[in-house]
């Protein structure tokens, strides 16, 4: 079992190891977008079945919304590697961002207000 404390950088790292392995390597960004698109819908099936109003068929093997947003996130770092972006600084920057822009967006908890 890995470390439960793995960076993003160390994950992506990882994930860049075992696409290293084959021949083919990373695919075009647009076959990425279109498996990413694929792995959402397959997620979306999972949290329907779990938190909507359509159940599993009988004969449907089970899966787990917990594996499908690793296969989720595997894709994504498959795509970020490719186009070589870091994780991490896209993480930092998204959280500058709404920790800027959303920061009175939602009732707080601690009652601050944008007045």
Aim: charge should be negative.
């Amino acid at each position: 079992m890995k470390d439960e404390n793995q960076s993003l950088h160390s994950m992506q790292e990882e994930v860049d190891n075992y696409i290293q392995q084959f021949k083919t390597g990373y695919f075009s960004p647009l076959s990425q977008m279109a498996r990413l698109t694929e792995e959402v819908g397959e997620l979306a099936r999972e949290i329907n079945h779990y938190y909507g109003e359509k159940p599993k068929k009988i004969d449907e093997k089970p899966k787990t919304v917990s594996e499908e947003l690793g296969d989720v996130l595997f894709v994504t770092m498959i795509m970020a590697n490719s186009l070589d972006i870091d994780l991490t600084e896209a993480f930092q920057k998204n959280m500058e961002k709404f920790n800027q822009r959303d920061k009175y967006r939602f009732e707080r908890k601690d009652g601050q207000t944008n007045d």
